[in-house]
């Protein structure tokens, strides 16, 4: 796939560099809207991927530690809500050389854009196999699937790319909005098909075990299924909506958006959390689905099986019925909750009594010089329900090629839930941020707010009490 079509260069003046990693085991024309059946047999296809797959390993690791520090710097004393996995702390994007954080901010996007000045790290982040694309799963989620279930979700072609320090603690805590007194009801252990009723029995309604039944059974998927072009070796029952979704968390595994084309613009899409979903009134990064009864059917044709309704009818698609069994799996989203936040008061302030100085100094960042709030509404949950353009190509010249994926605008992206993200790295849609640090640097720069150091640690020491 090395080209974007010529209609889509007419209509946007972009110049594309052509890439260069052979393309056999995935014929896909770079115009096409369709995914055409393979050309080759899956043998061939598989033993092509499995060639390429560490020149496709090493071409993603290259460009994250072109971009990242990816050490292991945990703050001090600080702990995802499981108290399993300590948080990473630093700024993480690399900067280009001669340039500090304060000489960039102090610099119009007009300048940085022609100077090529800003870091890459900010920049969009490649699927790590572009061309391909498809969902890929952290190892421990790939481990612990295999040990309950025989199911396999390692794929041959591909591995998960970032450094699991950068990941969320697994598997995560599960609150429920109805048992607030319980803390976490998954005891420490990833719910899945085959343990789910004897954890949930008594604490659930009928109606809400059945939607968790559903939520956990494996169905085709456009990677994990049994046709010549899955890109797993053995025909697969498929995934579930839990397995991306850890716990009703999520485990950091990463796709990429079902609702554009062609394949070179399709945007990497982090999973993200359905703590809380019960406050949201639009789903999707782009799609703006207006209820989690909608997300939850609109998946099994966009996520499944990347907005390709025909390969989903060879492939075997799931319709959970609007009637029946779709309410059954919102009845069961909507009771998951946050986790615990013991320093906000009933508005989601913080209590002068519990909190330190420093968490009340960024407090007054966030509501105050760093906008923060204007988006991350504190009385609905520190998110807004709308839409926002942060317009960040103003800093980057569109057109150009990073491992497959054009860099093109953004657009407008959902406001996401600050609640509980300490537990939720990496960050923005993409998951291209590793750090709250790296979050920080970013809308600062982007919103112009020139924010002080001590301003940006004050804000960042904020973050983590929410």
């Not at 500090?100 to 007009?110: E, F, H, Y």
């Not at 309950?148 to 072609?157: A, I, P, T, V």
């Not at 070179?264 to 639009?282: E, H, K």
């Not at 609640?419 to 750090?435: A, C, E, N, V």
């Amino acid at each position: 796939m090395a080209h974007l079509p010529k209609t889509f260069l007419a209509a946007t003046g972009l110049l594309v560099v052509t890439c260069t990693l052979a393309a056999l085991s995935d014929p896909l024309p770079p115009d096409a809207s369709y995914r055409p059946l393979p050309a080759l047999p899956f043998s061939a296809v598989k033993t092509a991927d499995e060639a390429q797959k560490p020149q496709v390993t090493q071409r993603q690791s290259d460009l994250l530690n072109e971009r990242y520090d990816l050490s292991d710097r945990p703050v001090p004393g600080m702990m995802m809500s499981g108290g399993r996995k300590p948080v990473q702390g630093s700024v993480r994007v690399k900067l280009p050389a001669g340039v500090t954080w304060d000489s960039l901010a102090g610099m119009a996007p007009d300048q940085i854009r022609q100077r090529g000045l800003l870091p890459a790290g900010f920049m969009p982040l490649p699927h790590v196999k572009q061309p391909t694309g498809g969902q890929v799963f952290p190892q421990a989620q790939i481990d612990e699937i295999g040990r309950q279930e025989g199911r396999n979700l390692r794929r041959f072609d591909v591995d998960f790319d970032l450094p699991d320090r950068f990941t969320p603690e697994f598997p995560p805590p599960i609150f429920l909005t109805t048992h607030p007194e319980l803390g976490d009801v998954s005891r420490g252990q990833l719910l899945t098909i085959r343990n789910y009723y004897e954890l949930m029995v008594g604490v659930l309604t009928p109606v809400q075990i059945e939607g968790l039944r559903l939520l956990l059974t494996p169905f085709p998927q456009e990677e994990f299924n049994q046709t010549e072009d899955r890109k797993v070796a053995e025909q697969s029952l498929g995934v579930t909506c839990l397995d991306c979704h850890s716990n009703f968390h999520t485990n950091a595994a990463f796709h990429q958006t079902p609702d554009v084309r062609p394949q070179a613009a399709r945007f990497r899409l982090d999973t993200v959390s359905l703590r809380g979903v019960f406050n949201q009134q639009i789903h999707g990064s782009k799609r703006s689905l207006r209820s989690i009864e909608d997300f939850t059917q609109f998946e099994q044709r966009t996520a499944y099986f990347n907005g390709d309704h025909v390969s989903a009818q060879r492939k075997g698609i799931n319709r959970p019925d609007r009637v029946d069994q779709v309410p059954m799996m919102a009845q069961m989203q909507n009771i998951i909750d946050f986790p615990p936040a013991p320093k906000l008061d009933p508005f989601g302030r913080l209590d002068p009594a519990k909190a330190t100085e420093q968490e009340l100094a960024g407090e007054q960042v966030f509501f105050g010089k760093g906008r923060c709030a204007e988006c991350h509404v504190a009385q609905t949950s520190f998110m807004d329900n709308n839409m926002h353009d942060l317009k960040l190509e103003r800093f980057y010249q569109i057109g150009q090629t990073v491992n497959g994926l054009v860099m093109l605008p953004d657009g407008p992206i959902k406001t996401m839930t600050l609640r509980g993200i300490k537990d939720s790295p990496p960050y923005l849609h993409d998951g291209r941020l590793p750090t709250l640090a790296d979050t920080v640097e970013f809308f600062n720069l982007v919103l112009g707010v020139k924010l002080s150091q001590a301003e940006k640690d004050n804000l960042v020491a904020y973050l983590m009490t929410l």
